[in-house]
């Protein structure tokens, strides 16, 4: 089996009539990390819901590990685990009662019970907190303990619906690092988050979803280099509107596609030095900040740019303390994946 999971023309019409994930194709490749990004209301919750048999399709199919979620339920329940959106523990019993019922649900060895928990309790650093209630506990300490719970059989797929919202950054870090974890021992897991940079950093592949649809679906670099790519057809549009049409205000479009900015700081900062960037090829804009950094605008197509940059200060006899430059990120992706079908719709 290749996809931990598959989806044919899945769909949800809620019974309001809304429809909220509209015909969605979708393969999650084995042992792999998927994120799944998409605006408010995109349907990333109802498609989760609907992978793991908590709500039926209205239509299509759906696949998690070979088998079907209307089909055959229970199989599926059994490989996955699910940490929701909204924490779903029993407030009025402990963090160890509440994964003890787990257990039992999934009919976990009564003798590898208590064990595993505990284990996983302490991977997670909760265990201090086993014998208190869920409704006592803050919303990290909830989160963790949602985790072991949904863990404790040891699901082949997990599902994480905005796990690290509201964690402080060391508990999102152990968290980030027990997702890893649980790739690398062969756990597919899915990833539903608005942190770019955890979705960048975690995952193999993105799927950007919009108004119940796939709208994007790649790896988080080959996102981000066909956004690059998109920028530099819109701007071959933007150049020949400029000379057909003499509008102006296109220039200002055109400077925000082909220059991305450089930020350098110097140990060493003269006049040569700064002649020397002013007459760079490579540097469009020059502009010196109040403590001193140097802003630049350089061109975002050319890959040799920034050693260039390097290269010229190096040569006059600059030392550089730091230097950082702007790449295009996966927020640029997804704004521009989720607006394009917006304007879609409005036309
Ligand atoms: N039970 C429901 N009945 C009607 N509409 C719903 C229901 N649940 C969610 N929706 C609507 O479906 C859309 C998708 O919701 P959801 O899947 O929760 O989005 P996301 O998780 O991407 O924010 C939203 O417009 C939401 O209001
Ligand atoms: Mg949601």
């Known amino acids: 089996m290749k996809n931990a999971i598959e989806t ?9 009539n809304f429809t909220a994930v509209n015909s969605l194709n979708l393969e999650i490749p084995n042992k792999t990390i998927f994120g799944m990004l998409g605006p408010n209301g995109a349907g ?26 209307q089909k055959n339920p229970d199989e599926v329940r059994n490989l996955l685990g699910m940490v929701p959106q909204q924490v779903s523990l029993y407030k009025d019993l402990t963090v160890m009662e509440n994964s003890q019922l787990c257990a039992d649900y999934y009919g976990v060895p009564q003798d590898e019970r208590d064990s ?3 284990d996983l309790m302490e991977l997670v650093d909760i ?6 209630r869920v409704g006592q506990l ?3 300490q909830k989160q963790k303990a949602s985790l072991v719970a949904s863990l404790v059989h040891r699901p082949d797929i997990l599902f994480l619906d905005e796990p690290t919202i509201g964690l402080d950054p060391t508990t999102k870090r152990i968290l980030w ?3 890893r974890e649980l790739n690398d021992s062969g756990h597919t897991i899915i990833l539903c988050s608005h942190d770019m940079h955890e979705v960048d950093m975690l995952c193999d592949n993105v799927g950007i979803i919009n108004t119940g649809n ?8 080959g996102l981000k280099d066909s956004l690059l790519e998109s920028n530099k057809q819109e701007m071959a549009e933007a150049l020949s509107k400029i000379s057909d049409e003499n509008d102006v205000s296109a220039q200002e479009d055109i400077d925000n596609l082909s220059l991305r900015k450089m930020s350098i700081l110097l140990k060493n900062q003269d006049d040569e030095i700064i002649e020397s960037i002013k007459q760079s090829d490579d540097v469009k804009k020059i502009e010196i900040a109040h403590n001193g950094r140097l802003n630049l605008k350089i061109d975002s197509f050319d890959d040799m740019a ?11 006899g600059g030392v550089i303390k730091s230097v950082s430059t702007e790449e295009p990120s996966l927020e640029d992706v997804f704004i521009k994946a989720t607006s394009e079908v917006n304007e879609d719709d409005r036309a």
Do not use: H, W
């Open 138 to 140: 803050s919303g990290g």
């Open 44 to 69: 990333k919750t109802t498609t989760i819901k609907m992978l793991t048999c908590l709500i039926q399709p209205t239509s299509g199919q759906a696949t998690v590990g070979g088998f079907d979620v």
């Open 177 to 179: 690092d027990l997702i």
């Open 214 to 221: 796939l709208v994007a679906y790649d790896t988080p670099q």
């Open 127 to 132: 265990k201090y907190a086993k014998d208190k």
């Open 8 to 16: 044919k023309d899945l769909t949800k019409v809620y019974s309001n």
């Open 306 to 316: 920034v050693q260039n940059v390097l290269d010229t200060i190096s040569f006059s």
């Open 116 to 118: 595993r928990i505990e």
